[in-house]
């Protein structure tokens, strides 16, 4: 009955601790590349988007995420005001703004 099933040789793996750290190194290449390729760059992404809300001003031109253009008009903490037509002023949330746009693109749209 041998035939059907292999014999461990436990002595030729040298011990059961000999390559108990090399196990861990695929796991740790694994994080590095998944640090490099996906959370160092959103980290990234996500503080050019603070620094470029933070700096918003009354008069910037923006665009929402929502696809919304206009001007902001008044700037708190938290919200914008932006004017979207002609005497139309709306109340969004400051971090919805997804663009800083060029001067004059507000009247051109």
């Given at each position: 009955?041998d035939f059907l099933?292999?014999?461990?040789?436990?002595?030729?793996?040298?011990?059961?601790?000999?390559?108990?750290?090399?196990?861990?190194?695929?796991?740790?290449?694994?994080?590095?590349?998944?640090?490099f390729?996906l959370?160092?760059p959103q980290t990234?992404?996500?503080?050019?988007?603070?620094?470029?809300?933070s700096?918003?001003a009354?008069?910037?031109e923006?665009?929402?995420?929502?696809?919304?253009?206009?001007?902001?008009?008044?700037?708190g903490?938290s919200?914008?005001?932006l004017?979207?037509?002609?005497?139309?002023?709306?109340?969004?949330?400051?971090?919805q703004?997804?663009?800083?746009?060029?001067?004059?693109?507000?009247?051109?749209?």
């Amino acid at each position: 009955m041998d035939f059907l099933i292999s014999t461990a040789n436990a002595q030729s793996l040298g011990g059961a601790g000999g390559g108990s750290w090399q196990s861990f190194l695929p796991l740790v290449a694994l994080f590095v590349a998944f640090y490099f390729m996906l959370i160092r760059p959103q980290t990234k992404k996500a503080k050019e988007h603070r620094d470029m809300v933070s700096k918003i001003a009354v008069g910037d031109e923006v665009a929402t995420a929502g696809g919304i253009i206009g001007r902001v008009s008044d700037a708190g903490e938290s919200y914008l005001s932006l004017e979207v037509a002609r005497d139309v002023t709306i109340k969004v949330q400051r971090f919805q703004v997804t663009q800083l746009l060029p001067k004059g693109t507000y009247k051109s749209a």
